[in-house]
């Protein structure tokens, strides 16, 4: 009932900035958790920051000082603003939100984007 859709992924040189959006639709009552998610090639999926229930954000220590998550005003919208991009940092991104609909409990997925830090 809740979808997920990001963008803004691409190509970036190292050191250069990229800010990510995550979009939901949906009968949404409460969003109770926020999280980005990255996979790069050959690892496992890695929590890369987050929003809590209690409203603290917590990022990797990988992208400590270089990644800044925070909520759209208007919408249902998530953004991880990303900078000083590093060739570690190439991965398939994922949003996800866990919260309450009229009817249900949900944890939604994206279907990820895609980002390539290389010279």
């Known amino acids: 009932q809740v979808q997920l859709v990001e963008s803004g992924g691409g190509l970036v040189q190292p050191g250069g900035s990229l800010r990510l959006s995550c979009d939901a639709s949906?009968?949404?009552?409460?969003?109770?958790?926020l999280a980005w998610y990255r996979q790069a090639p050959g690892k496992q999926r890695e929590l890369v920051a987050e929003?809590?229930?209690?409203?603290?954000?917590n990022y990797a220590d990988s992208v400590k000082g270089r990644f800044t998550m925070s909520r759209g005003n208007a919408k249902n919208a998530v953004y991880l603003q990303m900078s000083s991009l590093i060739p570690e940092d190439t991965a398939v991104y994922y949003c996800n939100l866990r919260g309450r609909t009229l009817a249900r409990g949900y944890d939604s997925w994206g279907q990820g984007t895609q980002v390539t830090v290389s010279p």
């Open positions: 949906g009968i949404i009552i409460s969003i109770n958790y």
């Open positions: 929003i809590t229930s209690g409203g603290n954000t």
